[in-house]
């Protein structure tokens, strides 16, 4: 168990409707990334949030907004749903082990997003 | 820009035998970090060893030990006396160098899919 959480597991939804991920960092993590998995473009990076200021953003859609909170768990909205939105979208985060900075990314069990 | 190659789509190995997994990468930065995650046919990804550019030892982690070859820019993963449990994809990945709260991101390579013979 990585501490990373992520809800829902699995969602179906249809084209042209909007949701939203939710990810809870690991405990003290302040840095969030959101990654997805899809078969034909592999793992690609999206947007990477510190201390709820957005830090780095990948190649994600316009249709696409994250946000973190105070709290530090964060939310990913994916809108407008296309087919080929349907993919595997990872929560991870990283922080400190054992008092040390490290850049290591512990990833949550990701949500599987299935567009009709 | 960055990037991770890995050629081996996939890989067969006999239990209880060594394998290595291979991995290469693209950068002109001097400082950069290189990782290996495990992917089951859960789904889950499970962070496995890591490996800084200036380190000047190689990272062991258990049974995984990481061939680290700064000249030849290859970081390949060596999984000593597999398992039917080690059956995965298997991923390469570099962060660039940074502080913390700096933009950090991981590019992944395409993965390999090692499975394990009984």
């Known amino acids: 168990d990585s501490g990373v959480t992520q809800t829902p597991k699995h969602l179906i939804t249809a084209t042209g409707q909007r949701v939203t991920l939710r990810c809870s960092p690991r405990?003290?993590?302040?840095?969030v990334y959101w990654y997805q998995q899809s078969l034909d473009q592999g793992l690609q990076f999206l947007i990477h949030y510190y201390n709820g200021e957005e830090r780095a953003k990948g190649n994600i859609l316009e249709r696409f907004s994250a946000q973190q909170f105070p709290d530090l768990h964060s939310e990913l909205n994916l809108s407008s749903l296309e087919l080929g939105d349907s993919a595997l979208y990872f929560c991870?985060?990283?922080?400190?082990?054992?008092?040390?900075?490290?850049?290591?990314?512990?990833f949550g069990p990701g949500t599987r997003l299935t567009v009709l | 820009a960055q990037k991770i190659t890995q050629t081996q789509p996939g890989m067969f190995v006999q239990e209880k035998e060594a394998v290595t997994l291979d991995c290469t990468y693209d950068?002109?930065?001097?400082?950069?970090?290189l990782f290996w995650y495990k992917q089951p046919s859960s789904g889950e990804m499970i962070f496995l060893i890591y490996?800084?550019?200036?380190?000047?030892q190689n990272a062991t982690e258990g049974r995984y030990s990481l061939n680290f070859q700064k000249a030849r820019k290859s970081a390949n993963l060596v999984i000593s006396a597999s398992q039917l449990g080690d059956s995965a994809m298997y991923f390469c990945?570099?962060?660039?160098?940074?502080?913390?709260?700096?933009?950090?991101?991981?590019?992944f390579g395409s993965g390999t899919q090692l499975t394990v013979l009984p």
């Open positions: 990945a570099m962060i660039l160098g940074g502080s913390s709260g700096s933009a950090r991101q991981l590019t």
């Open positions: 490996q800084g550019s200036y380190d000047e």
């Open positions: 950068t002109s930065d001097q400082s950069y970090g």
């Open positions: 405990s003290g993590d302040l840095s």
């Open positions: 991870a985060s990283s922080g400190r082990d054992s008092g040390r900075y490290t850049d290591t990314q512990y």
